[in-house]
């Protein structure tokens, strides 16, 4: 499992990535009652039996990794949201991409801690690959929207330490106006 | 803080890059990759990048490439990491916490020694070759 919100939120855009999505979109709804998260992407997608041996933790498509007959990602996503009494959908179809989204309860006992936001923000941003990804970020009523061909083309490169510590530092300046 | 712009952004990129440009290039072709799959996510890799992006920023190598990839397929090693360094083998390391991370930087990076007891990938013919 993972230690907080903001793990699980990379987790499933990393899946995202890795299913070749060009396009890439993370909602995070907070709220002060409920925290909820979308990823939608155009990737290659999985038929309903494929989606189905997801769920399961002892199945993997081997694609990846031909030795490996393990896949953790969606089960985790199902165990934290059972364990919260949370929400969660996945849609897929082959060829036009996949949705997930969960809602989870801030307030239960269960919640693991939502984590930092702006250094995972700031690192699904920054995975290798050519994709285009549309961050909107909300609470309680004030948002803000960062997108990756932007910033790549004000920093330039998104990889040097000198790019992510800025990518950070504009990061954390959205993230602290939702606080103020 | 006030809410940065885009053109703010921008230009603290080209001050920044200024004092890059006046740095040693050749730090420009030092990679480290860091694999953000599931287990290395689990495993803790989120503190490893941070770790590596603090050491490096620490000692001015703000050139250096870290780039964040899915599993690199050694589970069992989370968190793993690959380092390419000119002129020395490229390495897979494991189990790579924060205080490793750290460590990577200033005997592999800074001190061009590798770090053996996290090596966990690449064939030991190619540290004899580079040892010609």
Sequence with gaps: MHESIADYIVDVVQNAIESTAGNIELEIRETDAFLSVLVRDDGRGMTPETLSRARDPFYSDGIKHPERSVGLGIPFLLQLVASVGGEQRIFSEPGNGTEVSFSLPVAHIDMPPIGDICTAVTSVLTFDGAYELTVFRSRNGREYTVRRSELRSVLEELESVGARTLLLEYVRSQEECLHA | ?132
């Excluded at chain 2, 080209?14 to 599931?38: A, F, L």
């Excluded at chain 2, 083998?89 to 020694?113: C, E, F, M, N």
């Design chain 2, 1 to 132: 803080m006030a809410k940065m712009t885009l053109d703010e952004l921008r230009k603290l990129r080209e001050t920044k890059k200024i004092e890059m440009d006046m740095r040693s290039p050749e730090n420009k072709s030092i990679h480290i990759i860091v694999g953000m799959g599931t287990s290395g996510i689990a495993a803790g890799a989120k503190q490893t990048l941070n770790a590596f992006v603090e050491e490096l920023n620490e000692h001015g190598l703000t050139e250096v490439a870290v780039r964040q990839v899915g599993g690199m397929g050694l589970d069992h090693a989370e968190p793993t990491v690959e380092v390419r360094v000119p002129d020395m083998p490229t390495v897979i390391y494991g189990r790579v916490s924060a205080d490793i991370a750290r460590k990577i930087v200033r005997k592999h990076v800074l001190g061009k020694q590798l770090v053996n007891e996290h090596i966990f990938d690449r064939p030991a013919a190619d540290i004899v070759e580079g040892n010609r």
